[in-house]
DNA sequence: CGAGTGACCGCAA
DNA sequence: ATTGCGGCCACTC
């Protein structure tokens, strides 16, 4: 039988997630990664679609910096929530990942 | 309960 | 730089 201690994977996801602070992102691979499986970024991406829709996955990209697909609103709804939050995104639906892209072990005050 | 699936990722032309 | 293909594993019906 197994333990109850040990919380689902998507339980983790949904957590992190949820910590993903504003003006930063994520890639579906490092969540996956920080959550125990980094193969399981495919995971990741169903648990955005099935998983908890208040959770601010607009902040999770692809680890190139795009856009992913299955947005609600489309990959232009998602470019709008993300210049909401002051990321910018360019015409080819991609961000600076390499400066927004957010390690949980930073220190969120960083200004 | 079983098989298919996917908001991906890495690597090869 | 882009395009395509395979693999990977938890989640859904």
């Known amino acids: 039988m197994m333990t109850a201690k040990e919380v689902n994977f998507r339980q983790r996801v949904e957590a992190l ?3 993903i602070p504003p003006k930063r992102v994520m ?29 601010p996955w607009h902040r999770v990209v692809h680890r190139d910096g795009k856009l992913a697909r299955g947005y609600p609103g489309g990959i232009n ?7 909401s939050e002051g990321v910018h995104v360019d015409g080819v639906y991609r961000i600076d990942i390499r400066a927004l ?9 960083r200004e």
Request: charged fraction near 20%.
């Open 27 to 55: 890639s579906y691979g490092q969540i996956a990664a920080l959550c125990g499986n980094a193969r399981a970024a495919r995971i990741v991406g169903g648990i955005a679609h099935y998983g908890d829709l208040s959770l």
């Open 101 to 109: 892209l957010w390690f949980p072990d930073e220190r969120e005050n």
């Open 17 to 19: 997630v949820a910590h």
């Open 77 to 83: 709804g998602h470019k709008q929530v993300l210049e």
